[in-house]
C-alpha cells in the first residue's frame, strides 16, 4: 500500500539531519518514494510505501516524532494519479 505522510516540523535542522542518516536504513518491506519538503524544511510531504500504515508510523515517530507532528493516510489507489509504476 501506498501512504502518504505529511511533516509540521518543529526543529528543521535536526529533523532533517536525522532523516538523511534513517533513510539508507529503512525497516525491510518499506520504501520511501518521494520527499517533497518547503523551501525552509519546516513542512514535508512524503510517499511511502509498505504493507501497512502502521509500519510506516511506528518508524517515522521512533526516529522524527519529538521534532515534527506527522499525520499519515493511505493513499486510495483507484482514484490517484502520478503514483509509481
Request: glycine share 6%.
Amino acid at each position: 500500500m501506498y501512504i502518504v505522510v505529511q511533516h509540521k516540523i518543529s526543529d528543521p535542522a535536526k529533523f532533517w539531519e536525522i532523516a538523511q542518516a534513517a533513510t539508507p536504513n529503512l525497516p525491510e518491506g518499506v520504501k520511501l518514494h518521494s520527499v517533497l519538503p518547503n523551501a525552509g524544511g519546516s513542512n514535508a510531504v512524503c510517499l511511502w510505501e509498505a504493507a501497512t500504515l502502521d509500519t510506516v508510523k511506528n518508524f517515522i515517530e521512533e526516529k522524527v516524532g519529538q521534532m515534527s507532528t506527522n499525520q499519515y493516510f493511505e493513499v486510495d489507489v483507484k482514484s490517484a494519479m502520478g503514483l509509481p509504476a
